[in-house]
Each structure stands twice: as structure tokens, then as C-alpha cells.
């Protein structure tokens, strides 16, 4: 799954928990307070599983490790090197 495509899902998720608060509060408890906690409930759920899918990565991805210094980057590309062969 690429970069955009991930944080694509991360702000759908997170949209639909923001907009299942306010329809939650501002629409259906007016009909039923029952319904209105179990959507709010649903919607506490989503955002710890839409930072996993932001911050999950692919297995050659190595953002993390580009640190700029140059004998760095240096050793962790040797030790791919030598996990690869």
C-alpha cells in the first residue's frame, strides 16, 4: 500500500469518526440517546486502528532511518546489504 493511498484511508477514517460525532450529537439523539452513545462508541473505536494504518509501513520503506548523517545512512545500508545476500 503506497504513502498517499494510506493517508487517504487515515483521513476517510478519521472524517467518518468526526462526522459520526457531530451526527451522533446533532441529529440522532433527538430520536434515541441510546443510538447516539453506540455511534459514539463506534466512532471512539476508529482512530487508534487509523493511526495503525498511517503508521504501518511496507517492507522496503525506510523513512524513519534517513537521518542525514552520512555514516549512518552508510551502516544501515550495509547492513541491508548483508541481510539481502
Known sequence: MSVQRRHRLYFVMMGSCVGLFVLAWGVVRLWSVTAAVVMCVVAMVIPPFAAIVANRRDPGERWWDES???????????LDDREHK
Do not use: C, I, T
Not at 68 to 78: I, L, N, T, V, Y
Open 68 to 78: 542525514g548523517d552520512s555514516q549512518s545512512d552508510r551502516w544501515w545500508r550495509e
